[in-house]
Structures are given as structure tokens and as C-alpha cells.
């Protein structure tokens, strides 16, 4: 094993507990936005740090994520296993989750939202699910 994909997989996991830290943090932010008053000072103060943790934090960490997972996948010859299959599956619906996160921040920026406090409590778990089913995959490759 190289120096240089040593580098990567600091920089992987790096870039994982960044964009993670996002992943779980902003659903809480929706949640408190959603109680706040629309039009409040509050809900403009939420919808400015919704929109720097997404645009300074959570999007180069997600890019980073993807290239340098893809890069020790292709080096270390995981794109045939299943786990890595399972895995790869994962990080797309996590990855489809950010999307979505990305339209709630919008809709909420714009006083469009539609979900109350409780369904941003309950979205707020997903993210977590996602993560402890790609960790186990990482450490176990069961298959």
C-alpha cells in the first residue's frame, strides 16, 4: 500500500466526518427553522446558516468525498465485491438525501415549506441509518 493512497484515505475520511457532521446538523436547523415564525428574524438567521453549512461545509465535502472514494475503489480493486455493490448503493441514497436537503433549505429560504417540525425530527434519522449500514459494510465486507 502506497504512501500517496494512505493520503487518500486520510483525506476520505476527512471529508466523510465533514460531510456527515452536515448531514446531521442540518436537519436539526430545519426543525428549529420550521418553529420559528416566518418572516422572523429567526428564520432569516436559520435560513443563513442553512445555507453556509450546505454551500462552505456539506458540498466540497461531499465532492471531495465521491473523488477520492472512487479513486481508492478503483485502486484497491473494489469495484467487483458485493459489499462495495451494497456500499455504492448507500452512498447514492445518502447522497440523494443531500439533494433533498439541498430543495427543503431552499423551500424554507423561500417560506414554501410544507413539513412541520416533526417530519424534519424523523428525517433527521435517515442520515444516521445510511451511515452506521456503510460503516458496517466498510469493517465487516460481508460478502
Do not use: C
Not at 500517496?4 to 436547523?29: E, F, N, Q
Not at 417530519?119 to 459494510?137: C, H, K, Q, Y
Amino acid at each position: 500500500m502506497s504512501n500517496a493512497y494512505l493520503w487518500i484515505k486520510v483525506l476520505h475520511i476527512l471529508a466523510v466526518i465533514s460531510w456527515m457532521a452536515g448531514m446531521l446538523y442540518l436537519p436539526r436547523l430545519f426543525v428549529y427553522h420550521a418553529e420559528a415564525p416566518r418572516g422572523s428574524a429567526q428564520a432569516l438567521t436559520f435560513a443563513v446558516m442553512e445555507r453556509r453549512l450546505m454551500r462552505a461545509i456539506m458540498l466540497p465535502a461531499v465532492l471531495v468525498t465521491w473523488a477520492s472514494g472512487l479513486t481508492l475503489a478503483i485502486e484497491a480493486g473494489f469495484l467487483h465485491e458485493g459489499w462495495f455493490h451494497a456500499k455504492f448503493t448507500l452512498v447514492i441514497g445518502l447522497s440523494a438525501l443531500h439533494g433533498y436537503f439541498a430543495k427543503v433549505r431552499k423551500d424554507l429560504a423561500e417560506e414554501t415549506n410544507r413539513h412541520d417540525p416533526r417530519f424534519f425530527r424523523i428525517v433527521n434519522e435517515v442520515p444516521t441509518i445510511l451511515m452506521a449500514g456503510i460503516v458496517f459494510l466498510v469493517v465487516f465486507k460481508p460478502f
